[in-house]
């Protein structure tokens, strides 16, 4: 049985800083493609970025030079590194693997 948890979220302030994190078990993240999405309240959700099996990365536009995705395979854990963040960022973040989803982790941006 897969299951993914994410951790990490919170409160920022606006041009701060936070990792979220998303230990997998039951599937093995190297050799898969690794996501990440979020929906803010209102909203679809949306995709954010992912990591292929490879290390290739990509990203959403509005993401892009602030966040990066990253993987330890030693810890079966996924990253998702977010810098500068902005009022807009807030949502609630999902990961997603081989088809399963995480609960997510809330993520607010707030002054």
């Known amino acids: 049985q897969v299951q993914l948890v994410e951790s990490g979220g919170g409160l920022v302030q606006p041009g701060g800083s936070l990792r979220l994190s998303c230990a997998a078990s039951g599937i093995i993240l190297s050799i898969n493609t690794m996501s990440w999405y979020r929906q803010a309240p209102g909203i679809e959700r949306e995709f954010v970025a992912l990591?292929?099996?490879?290390?290739?990365?990509k990203y959403a536009d509005s993401v892009k030079g602030r966040f990066t995705i990253s993987r330890d395979n030693a810890k079966n854990t996924a990253y998702l590194q977010m810098n500068n963040v902005k009022l807009e960022d807030t949502a609630v973040y999902y990961c997603s693997c081989g088809g399963s989803w995480g609960k997510g982790t809330l993520v607010t941006v707030s002054s």
């Open positions: 990591i292929n099996w490879g290390g290739g990365t």
